[in-house]
């Protein structure tokens, strides 16, 4: 894929210091965070990873504005526009979680909560390479539905609000389901359910992708 | 013009917003090289004209094409068409070199040579940013890098908005030299009507979202008087030979802004009657797009037919 450095710049351009700030706040929650770092049991990191993706989306999805309209306004294909969107979306997840994959990986998580004597340091530090992992599926969960949603409201026809309306019934299946199934601990049905989840997120990506192709500019 | 020749065609296009019918059925070619002046009163439907030549709205109906290609969804290689259109503009902190640079990552001949240059004619620095120019510049601005772009289509949405006259005169330079140059077509809306006169080939008057006239300039200039008419004239006489455009009645004449089909036949029905004086693109914009006056019982009875013509 070529990239287009002028265009990767302008598009990041917003998110800039939404980058600067989360990218700041993970490498500290992470160096100073003295519990094992477990994704799906740290809500403060679920809570994270939800408003990063959608405050990214939130940025990206403002085809409305005057500059996003100068940008549509260029010349570039829809196609390359759209890639940079994502590349743009993938270098602000980049920018918040190396750093903290660097202190994990290092590691110099442990060796810091071992200077602070936390007991459980360095015993459960290997373990913690799981948070990275599973922050980030929850990343590629997540950001598909958010985009889809911003394009969707941005369309002129009607039902904009459908998208809005399908990431509240995302979200509000996802806890029913999470909270019934764990406390069952079925593994099966935990691991159909996050199939599933990832399933629609990616035919949410899909659409997205398909609707950007047909986005009104200056409508 | 042949087909190879045309640049953009619309036929039938058609773009309703919620039901209300913004442009309705315009059917326009464009050929290369050609200056195209879109004139028309606010809210008639130019801005929305051009933004689907630019590929950035979906008609409701009818098609709008470049180089043979439909627009929507945008198919043809974009980067050949420049726009500057209204409510669109880069982001304040943006510097003058970044927007030159995104459109040099799209145009493949973009020369920064030409685009330095006319910034520098104009005291703007590369390294401004946007929300230090003035709005002239920021319009220059814009307009040179679509000029610098290389593109083979303009579409200039009031391209001389906050622009001087000595600024102005240096753009209409600047497009027909390349017209003439590099057989760029360019589309450009305005209200400035006396500066389209000096710069189109072409006019294309809309009013109520329909295509009121499409003409060579050079040939509304043969063909469009202001003419002085026996008081009793029966439009029936006229209509072999002219368009009423407008019309009113003064004491001892009809009054009418006519389009002559056939300036022979004309003399030939009225020899040595007619005075007629050549008006300006002003007037028959006007004529084209002002309501008419409100005439008494008797004189509408009389020009009834003449609208119509």
């Not at chain 1, 994959?101 to 936390?118: C, E, G, K, Y």
């Not at chain 2, 510049?137 to 000029?147: D, E």
């Not at chain 2, 056939?262 to 002003?282: D, K, M, T």
Request: with cysteine; aromatic share 10%; charged share 20%.
């Amino acid at each position: 894929m070529q990239i287009q450095w002028p265009l990767f710049f302008w598009i990041f351009r917003p998110l800039r210091l939404l980058t600067l700030i989360s990218s700041s706040l993970a490498t500290a929650y992470v160096l100073l965070h003295d519990k094992p770092l477990e994704f799906f049991l740290d809500m403060n990191a679920v809570v994270f990873v939800i408003s990063h993706s959608f405050l990214i989306s939130l940025l990206l999805g403002q085809v409305r504005s005057e500059s996003f309209a100068f940008l549509y306004s260029q010349g570039f294909s829809r196609d390359l526009l759209w890639r940079h969107v994502w590349l743009a979306t993938l270098a602000s997840v980049l920018a918040t979680w190396v750093p903290c994959a660097v202190l994990i990986l290092t590691p110099l998580r442990s060796h810091f909560q071992d200077w602070m004597l936390n007991p459980w340091f360095p015993l459960m530090a290997p373990t913690e390479s799981r948070f990275l992992t599973r922050s980030l599926l929850f990343y590629g969960m997540l950001l598909p539905l958010f985009h889809y949603e911003w394009i969707r409201s941005s369309m002129p026809f009607r039902g904009r609000v459908s998208g809005h309306l399908l990431v509240i019934a995302y979200f509000v299946c996802g806890l029913f389901l999470t909270e019934r199934l764990w406390s069952f601990s079925v593994d099966l049905a935990r691991t159909s359910m996050f199939l599933g989840f990832i399933a629609i997120s990616a035919i949410l990506g899909l659409f997205g992708y398909w609707l950007h192709k047909r986005l009104e500019i200056g409508a | 013009m042949t087909e190879s020749n045309t640049v953009m065609e619309t036929v039938d296009l058609t773009r309703d917003f919620g039901g209300k019918v913004v442009l309705e059925d315009v059917s326009l070619t464009v050929g290369s090289g050609e200056i195209l002046a879109l004139l028309g009163p606010n809210g008639v439907g130019k801005s929305t004209l051009m933004k689907l030549i630019s590929g950035l709205l979906m008609p409701s109906r009818g098609e709008a094409k470049l180089w043979g290609e439909s627009c929507w969804p945008p198919s043809v290689e974009m980067y050949r068409v420049a726009c500057i259109l209204d409510g669109m503009s880069p982001p304040s902190g943006t510097r003058v070199r970044e927007i030159m640079s995104l459109k040099s990552c799209v145009s493949p001949r973009f020369d920064w040579k030409l685009a330095t240059s006319l910034c520098e004619q104009h005291q703007i620095s590369t390294a401004s940013r946007w929300r230090t120019l003035s709005k002239g510049q920021k319009r220059w601005t814009l307009l040179v890098a679509a000029i610098a772009s290389g593109a083979d289509l303009l579409v200039l949405d009031e391209p001389v908005d906050g622009l001087d006259v000595a600024t102005r005169l240096e753009l209409y330079g600047l497009l027909r030299e390349q017209s003439n140059d590099r057989g760029v077509t360019s589309i450009i809306a305005s209200h400035i009507i006396a500066d389209v006169e000096r710069i189109a080939d072409d006019v294309v008057i809309l009013a109520n979202g329909r295509v009121r006239l499409h003409s060579p300039l050079e040939q509304l200039r043969d063909e469009v008087f202001e003419v002085e008419l026996p008081l009793e004239t029966d439009d029936s006489v006229i209509s072999p030979m002219a368009e009423v455009i407008s019309s009113r009645r003064a004491s001892d004449a009809l009054i009418a802004v006519i389009r002559f089909r056939s300036l022979h036949l004309a003399e030939q029905e009225f020899p040595g009657e007619i005075s007629r004086r050549r008006v300006s693109l002003e007037d028959l914009y006007l004529a084209y797009t002002q309501p008419q006056q409100p005439q008494a019982p008797a004189e509408q009875q009389g020009l009834a037919n003449e609208r119509s013509l």
